[in-house]
């Protein structure tokens, strides 16, 4: 496979202007100008056998492409066969949560592998899916939404499931629908923090005081009544979903209201550098079907708004080191680009692999490293550590794992540095 970015063209002297050919020399060279800028975004497409055996693209390939600007690889099979065991383990209806990759080539493979239903959180994204999957089933799944939004879902898009975690939330639904009589409604309650990388129960959820009230009240409006959790994102230890189930159980009991749907969320872990890697999905399914029994769920409809564990796997990132000091390398993507989770209060330690520039270096050893993206902010840090050979230098590439999930969809152009390739495997 041949791929140049930045091939030259050779102009000969007889396609020049007679502006310009005065000014050659009677003999003129030939003038090269660059066809394509090394910056200029470009699409590929890839098979599995561009694949290196960990993760991301083969080492010769990426030398061949040889990147200026980041490349976010997107592997359709890596999606497609943890979706089919994601869908075959979890004891119900498996919805995706849109925001964490609303990549169209992703969300047509989910659906093609069994998702037929979608946690969308704005107008964006259910435009999107009613356009791309006309047929998907919509959950309107932000606890505070603009009445209009909620108008044009309801009337426009024909999305008819709603969450809420207030009295003035369930009051705006109703309004912005004219108390419609076939809404399918969820009462999302804040549930005890455990071990996640960011907690989704300060922000939203109803607060134990008021959670019962509400979904009592809720279920006199609500031609279907559901209960939601989240128990925050990352979730690397399974019996934080066992404890939720368990006191969403206790909650709904309070409220001797008939709950027709309960929907766990999302939080389902992907496994990074972490020294304790999190069970396998099928151990998280085995608890949670458990403990819906013990608490009985079991003949209840079930639900979860599975994002990082559906798509986390599926997307790597190539970037370049453009400069080092020490165990600080400069790379040319950051937290305002595809590295979001890596920087900040979240500090996701993302698998990082090195491809050397020449393939006859050697390395001795590996080191921890930092890395600094590419804008002037100093807050464009990502601690990781990633752990990468100590001979790494400006010029190489590091391939990072795991950003199907929260990774490209969060880029920006602050300071200029937006620009990606993409290259699909399929
Ligand atoms: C309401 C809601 N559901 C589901 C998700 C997906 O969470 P995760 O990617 O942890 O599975 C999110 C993530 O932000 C969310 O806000």
Redesign the pocket.
């Known amino acids: 496979m041949v791929i140049r970015l930045y091939d030259s063209v050779v102009l000969q002297p007889e396609f020049l202007s007679n502006d310009i050919l005065p000014q050659l020399n009677a003999e003129p060279e030939p003038i090269h100008i660059v066809s394509r800028s090394p910056f200029e975004p470009q699409e590929f497409r890839f098979g599995v056998a561009d694949l290196h055996p960990d993760y991301g693209l083969n080492d010769e390939l990426v030398r061949e492409i040889a990147p200026a600007i980041p490349v976010s690889v997107l592997n359709t099979h890596a999606m497609a066969s943890t979706t089919r065991r994601f869908v075959a383990a979890f004891p119900g209806d498996v919805m995706f ?1 849109v ?2 990759n609303p990549d169209p080539i992703f969300l047509q493979a989910m659906y093609d592998n069994g998702v037929r239903r979608f ?1 969308v959180a704005s107008l964006y994204e259910i435009a999107l899916l009613r356009d791309l999957l006309p047929e998907a089933r919509l959950y309107f ?1 932000h606890p505070v939404k603009a009445p209009e939004a909620i108008a044009e879902a309801y009337y426009r898009h024909h999305v008819r499931a709603f969450v809420l975690d207030t009295d003035d939330e369930l009051d705006k639904i109703l309004q912005a629908t004219n108390y419609a009589d076939d809404l399918e409604l969820f009462v999302r309650i804040a549930v005890p923090k455990g071990n996640v990388a960011t907690d ?1 129960s300060t922000k939203f959820g109803a607060k134990p005081d008021t959670a019962a009230a509400l979904i009592a009240r809720t279920g006199a409006h609500a031609a279907k009544l559901g209960v939601s959790f ?1 128990v925050g ?2 979730c690397v230890d399974a019996q934080v979903y066992v404890n939720a189930i368990a006191y969403a159980a206790a909650v709904i009991a309070d409220s001797s209201a008939t709950v027709e749907v309960l929907d766990i ?4 872990p992907t496994v990074l550098c972490d020294d304790t890697p999190p069970p396998a999905v099928e151990t998280y399914m085995a608890l949670i079907h458990t403990a819906l029994a013990t608490h009985g769920f079991d003949g209840m409809e079930i639900l979860c ?5 559906l798509v986390a796997d599926a997307g790597s990132l190539v970037v370049r080191v453009e400069g080092r000091k020490g165990d600080l390398l400069y790379i040319n993507d950051g937290t305002y680009g595809g590295l979001f989770e890596a920087g900040g209060a979240i500090g996701l330690p993302y698998p990082a692999r090195l491809v050397r520039r020449d393939p006859l270096r050697l390395g001795d050893g590996t080191a921890a490293f930092r890395l600094a993206g590419p804008t002037c902010d100093s807050v464009d840090m990502m601690n990781g550590p990633f752990m990468l050979p100590d001979d790494v230098q400006a010029g190489d590439w590091i391939v990072l794992d795991k950003l199907g ?1 929260y990774g490209e969809v969060s880029r920006t152009n602050f300071n200029g540095f937006g620009a990606v390739h993409k290259a699909i495997i399929e």
């Not at 969320?265 to 389902?268: E, I, L, N």
């Open positions: 949560a925001k964490c946690d799944m989704f989240h994102t990352q969320g999302g939080g389902f708004e599975a994002g990082r564990g999930a």
